[in-house]
């Protein structure tokens, strides 16, 4: 396959960078024409848990090394809880940390795969897993074909169902686990996005926007990321959260 | 629109417990034979206490989302803090969350996981004694709640309004507090008034329990009548936050709630208290 593909993100207005708890996984945009195969996975810790953003580290990496995958997912979780705790717990906190810490962290996951199709490089198939409010688009031809897990903006609510760093917190994952399968074609983009910007994008569409073409063009001179993202923020078109963009742009 | 600020650290938002602490809330509450009043409201309230400082505590420490005071009146009238809080009208969260007066470790009940409970020590932090002697001066209390809101108003003009939750059981005993209320709540940010919630646990025999009723025509006598009156109006996110205690209330449901045991006491706390735009 030949592609590129790069992330573009940026944590609450008025945040430090620090406290950003979105997470991605490859770090940096990956490119190539010697690939047959590439993952790539977004997650968004919750913001009123605490050690979120290393949950949601900790998701995408292992999605991206093969580790999480709808298939084992209890069994795989399993191990990762166990790291998140190892971390956690590695000093010692105050009273309310450790209530917190308690609670458990929750995140999002939303974990991407393509590869080539039998003995060719511009075409193939797709999966993509889901827990949770993260959304990839697939566009193509200068409309969208496939949108996954969600379909419209009414559809994003306060309390999507996200994924526990505790066991027990995980009760019911298995019915809100999604997958779905697709096929890829040269020209195709896919955009992976965490709730906001992807709440934003639904909107835009049914306002008979095109929302895509902004996303394609983002990070030009002609428009560039923050201050596109600083207006939206600041005229209530886009709630103020972490925001993540990965792109896959196919040649 | 109003009630709609993003509450941050740079925007704080501001919660005031006004406690009666006179001697009848040293009475049983109703239905409870086992329970002071003053226990069971204390408890209440350090329990919020504790909630909210979890709520606001990141892998960092504690962001200052909130400040928070608690007034009590009775023989007399002032801030209710213990420990190293005393005298202090409001605090940031983080000082709140590092200063309890001592930290008692209670035993709960908790899923395990595989379909079953076990115990767990959990640590209970204690800020707020139970007191209670003397008449209750609720028109000071109110008017000192006022000087407070208005201080903090002054220096935090865009912030989401605070909300002042007032629990008593009683008969004012220095005059009529319905102008006292007015006042409080014609304080206002630049996103809305100040919220006032009354919580009024009456001793007279012919109070039903009600919660946030639209109307004061079924209330038992002009003390709950008069604290309805005074009460705030529900917003419309605490309406959200009430229907997940399956209350289902009307577009003019008011902040206040007759006849409250303990468990309505807690489940009105948190409707009051429940941040809605935290950032």
Same mark, same amino acid.
């Given at each position: 396959m030949f592609f590129l593909s790069d992330v573009l993100w940026a944590q609450k207005a008025g945040n430090p960078e620090e406290e950003y708890e979105d997470a991605f996984w490859p770090r940096i945009g990956v490119s190539g024409e010697s690939r047959t195969e590439l993952s790539v996975a977004v997650a968004d810790g919750a913001t009123e848990a605490s050690f979120a953003g290393v949950w949601a580290r900790q998701l995408v990496r292992a999605y991206c090394r093969g580790i999480l995958n709808s298939n084992n997912l209890r069994d795989s979780l399993l191990k990762k809880q166990r790291a998140w705790a190892r971390f956690v717990e590695r000093k010692p906190l105050p009273w309310y940390a450790e209530e917190k810490v308690r609670n458990g962290a929750f995140s999002t996951i939303l974990g991407f795969s393509m590869r080539d199709g039998d003995g060719t490089k511009s075409s193939g198939s797709w999966d993509a897993f889901a827990v949770g409010d993260s959304c990839v688009v697939q566009i193509r031809d200068e409309a969208p074909l496939t949108s996954f897990p969600l379909s419209n903006a009414a559809e994003f609510t306060n309390n999507p169902f996200l994924l526990g760093s505790k066991p027990e917190a995980n009760v019911g994952i298995d019915s809100q686990t999604k997958t779905q399968t697709g096929t890829w074609q040269s020209g195709d983009k896919f955009y992976l996005m965490t709730d906001a910007l992807a709440a934003w994008f639904f909107r835009e569409a049914e306002n008979s926007q095109a929302p895509w073409r902004a996303l394609r063009d983002l990070d030009t001179d002609e428009l560039p990321f923050r201050p596109w993202l600083d207006n939206l923020r600041d005229t209530h078109q886009m709630r103020n959260d972490d925001v993540t963009l990965y792109r896959i742009d196919i040649d | 629109m109003a009630y709609t600020a993003e509450i941050s650290r740079n925007n704080p938002s501001c919660f005031l417990f006004l406690i009666d602490q006179s001697g009848s809330m040293g009475d049983n509450f109703?239905?409870?034979?086992?329970?002071?009043k003053a226990d069971g409201v204390a408890d209440a309230i350090n329990k919020l206490l504790q909630n909210l400082v979890i709520r606001c505590a990141k892998e960092e420490g504690v962001r200052d989302y909130f400040h928070v005071g608690v007034i009590g009146y009775g023989t007399n009238v002032g801030p209710g803090f213990g420990g190293s809080l005393v005298g202090k009208e409001l605090a940031p969260i983080s000082e709140i969350a590092n200063s309890p007066a001592r930290i008692e470790e209670r035993t709960k009940k908790v899923d395990d996981g595989a379909g079953g409970l076990v115990d767990q020590k959990v640590k209970f932090p204690i800020w707020f004694e139970p007191t209670f002697s003397g008449g209750t001066p609720m028109c000071q209390a109110l008017n000192n709640a006022k000087g407070v809101l208005q201080r903090w108003l002054g220096q935090? @003009? &865009?912030?989401f309004p605070p909300a002042v939750i007032h629990i008593t059981d009683g008969e004012s005993t220095d005059g009529d507090p319905s102008q006292a209320m007015s006042d409080l709540k014609a304080l206002s940010s630049n996103d809305g008034g100040v919220l006032l919630f009354n919580l009024h646990i009456s001793?007279? @025999? &012919?109070a039903q329990s009600t919660a946030f009723p639209d109307s004061s025509a079924n209330l038992p006598d002009q003390y709950s009548k008069l604290l309805f009156e005074g009460a705030s109006v529900l917003t419309p996110f605490m309406r959200n936050v009430a229907a997940e205690h399956n209350f289902s209330l009307s577009d003019g449901a008011r902040c206040f709630v007759l006849n409250a045991d303990l468990v309505l006491v807690i489940q009105a706390l948190d409707i009051g208290t429940r941040p809605s735009n935290l950032r």
């Open positions: - | 109703t239905g409870e034979v086992a329970k002071k935090h @003009p &865009n912030s001793s007279n @025999p &012919n």
